[in-house]
């Protein structure tokens, strides 16, 4: 059977407005910028035919059909997120790290952490930000230039002066086996990149001699 489904950040933007009616709160939790959740929700409407916002001034209010339709998104939403935490890896410890909505995972080649540290589970929430780490939905977070927090502690996993890629987690399990392993697994493929990277620019400058 093929599901026909609008898209699922159209779906997630559509929820989390209805819930707040506002997009503003709506692009805080989601961690975009409410003109993006305004788009998703825009397009939503004109792919379903239907308008699931009365936008009046200052104030957004839900159409009957949209108020029917959070019901049955809302629900969804729960059966998936309910059906997501039944799941356990086979392993010692379920490690959960939070990164940027924009962040590109393929950097973290999760696929070879897995197999080289069989006892750790990696499971992988994005977006999210400081909100879901000191809410404790993740174990550790992420970013680019993350800053000093109380009670967190921050390390650099990229070799630099700039912004850069930091890795954050409280510091009551910030020397855990299983974030000490990620934040040296995080560290060696940084490292390798860069290595690829100058030896790339080597090349370049010697084909042009």
């Not at 788009?39 to 209010?61: I, M, T």
Request: hydrophobic share 40%; aromatic share 6%; glycine share 10%.
């Amino acid at each position: 059977m093929t599901y026909s489904l609008p898209p699922l950040n159209a779906l997630r933007a559509f929820e989390a407005a209805a819930r707040h009616l506002s997009f503003k709160l709506a692009a805080h939790e989601l961690h975009v910028t409410p003109a993006a959740v305004g788009q998703h929700v825009k397009a939503l409407e004109l792919r379903l035919g239907v308008r699931l916002f009365a936008r009046l001034h200052k104030q957004l209010v839900l159409t009957a059909d949209g108020q029917a339709y959070l019901v049955g998104i809302s629900d969804g939403f729960r059966r998936i997120a309910d059906a997501t935490l039944q799941l356990k890896p086979r392993c010692a410890v379920l490690l959960q790290v939070g990164v940027p909505e924009n962040f590109e995972l393929r950097r973290l080649d999760l696929e070879s952490f897995r197999s080289t540290h069989p006892d750790i589970g990696l499971r992988i929430l994005q977006p999210a930000g400081l909100h879901e780490l000191v809410e404790g939905k993740v174990d550790a977070l992420i970013g680019r230039g993350l800053g000093s927090h109380p009670g967190y502690r921050c390390d650099r996993i990229d070799k630099g002066t700039g912004v850069g890629d930091w890795l954050m987690a409280p510091e009551g399990t910030a020397e855990c086996p299983e974030v000490m392993s990620l934040r040296d697994w995080l560290r060696s493929r940084s490292a390798g990149a860069l290595r690829t990277e100058r030896r790339r620019s080597g090349e370049i400058g010697l084909a042009r001699r």
